[in-house]
Nanobody
Framework: QVQLVESGGGLVQAGGSLRLSCAAS????????MGWFRQAPGNERMFVAA????????SYADSVKGRFTISRDNAKNTVYLEMKNLKPEDTAVYYC????????????????????WGQGTQVTVSS
């Protein structure tokens, strides 16, 4: 079983930056596709970004394109979400998610594709 632990959330002013990390432990392998989702109070959990298990393909929600970057370091079993030019509407709990995938090039943008989730980290952007 793989455990996912997010870190790096916090309070930042609009226009600022944060970097979230998601560390995987347990029975990890390089054939593990990852994604970031976020959930604001009263809203559904929404797709933010995804990366293939190889790291060669990424996908982003339109609302974060050009501002957020997802990356991974398979040697460290860690996925990152670099967030720049943050806006108040980015305020949410951010979750990382993972699933086994041996295609190495598939990205998954649906939350129903993932079977493993972290506990989330709060990101608050003040105006």
């Amino acid at each position: 079983q793989v455990q996912l632990v997010e870190s790096g959330g916090g309070l930042v002013q609009a226009g600022g930056s944060l970097r979230l990390s998601c560390a995987a432990s347990g029975r990890t392998s390089s054939s593990y596709a990852m994604g970031w989702f976020r959930q604001a109070p009263g809203n559904e959990r929404m797709f933010v970004a995804a990366i293939s298990s190889s790291g060669r393909r990424t996908s982003y929600a339109d609302s974060v394109k050009g501002r957020f970057t997802i990356s991974r370091d398979n040697a460290k079993n860690t996925v990152y979400l670099e967030m720049k030019n943050l806006k108040p509407e980015d305020t949410a709990v951010y979750y990382c998610a993972g699933k086994s995938d041996t295609t190495y090039y598939t990205v998954f943008s649906s939350r129903y594709s993932y079977d493993n989730w972290g506990q989330g980290t709060q990101v608050t952007v003040s105006s």
